[in-house]
């Protein structure tokens, strides 16, 4: 799960850190969520709410993402925030 340094359309990388984990960890399928421009936040293609929509049945999941939300001026918030208004609300509802 994460933004254009996650998603498949990355052109600027012939491999990407979850290719280096899926060797690593022998991992048969990688199930990429990947979006470009999108935020932990509620700004855009929220990964906050995206996440409902990953196959259930896997064994590890990783997160790469946040810089969008700088660029795009999500709020930081507080450690203590629950929604996703903030960037730390986020990562507590994901």
């Given at each position: 799960?994460?933004?254009?340094?996650?998603?498949?359309?990355?052109?600027?990388?012939?491999?990407?850190?979850?290719?280096?984990?899926?060797?690593?960890?022998?991992?048969?399928?990688?199930?990429?969520?990947?979006?470009?421009?999108?935020?932990?936040?509620?700004?855009?293609?929220?990964?906050?709410e995206?996440?409902?929509?990953?196959?259930?049945s896997?064994?590890?999941?990783?997160?790469?993402?946040?810089?969008?939300?700088?660029?795009?001026?999500?709020?930081?918030?507080?450690?203590?925030?629950?929604?996703?208004?903030?960037?730390?609300?986020?990562?507590?509802?994901?």
């Amino acid at each position: 799960m994460g933004d254009s340094l996650t998603t498949e359309n990355n052109t600027l990388a012939t491999k990407r850190y979850f290719n280096y984990i899926q060797e690593d960890l022998h991992i048969k399928q990688v199930n990429n969520y990947g979006m470009n421009g999108s935020t932990v936040g509620n700004l855009f293609a929220p990964i906050s709410e995206r996440y409902t929509t990953m196959d259930n049945s896997a064994n590890l999941i990783t997160v790469f993402a946040g810089i969008n939300d700088y660029g795009k001026g999500q709020a930081l918030g507080m450690p203590s925030d629950t929604t996703n208004k903030t960037y730390y609300g986020a990562l507590d509802v994901l």
